[in-house]
């Protein structure tokens, strides 16, 4: 059984960092590309940060470009989003998702391509 389990989020001023953390078990993770995605209140949800299986490429939405960083750690298990100089639209649910294919990462900012989600962490940004 897949499970994808989320933490870290809160709350954070303007400027400010969070680290999100993604615990993932039920499967092979090292085969597997995982990403980041959110969903702010009334708004689609949005693709934020991908890496591939292995962890030799990462991508990221021009929206959190240069502020965000995603790793995969598989001996744990784990994927972790840091999320530095936070402003208030990143405010909103963040979702680890886990990849369809096996050593596979393609049309990755298409939510669509990911067929497990986690439960999602809240993040708010805010003075």
């Known amino acids: 059984q897949v499970q994808l389990v989320e933490s870290g989020g809160g709350l954070a001023q303007p400027g400010g960092s969070l680290t999100l953390s993604c615990a993932a078990s039920g499967f092979w993770f090292s085969e597997f590309a995982m990403s980041w995605a959110r969903r702010a209140p009334g708004k689609e949800v949005e693709w934020v940060a991908g890496?591939?299986?292995?962890?030799?490429?990462?991508y990221y939405s021009e929206s959190v470009k240069d502020r965000f960083t995603i790793s995969k750690n598989n001996a744990n298990n784990t994927i972790v989003l840091q999320m530095n100089n936070l402003r208030p639209e990143d405010t909103a649910r963040y979702y680890c998702?886990?990849?369809?294919?096996?050593?596979?990462?393609?049309?990755?900012?298409?939510?669509?391509?990911?067929?497990?989600w986690g439960k999602g962490t809240q993040v708010t940004v805010s003075s």
């Open positions: 890496i591939t299986h292995d962890s030799s490429h990462k």
């Open positions: 998702l886990k990849y369809r294919l096996k050593r596979y990462f393609a049309d990755y900012e298409k939510v669509g391509e990911y067929e497990y």
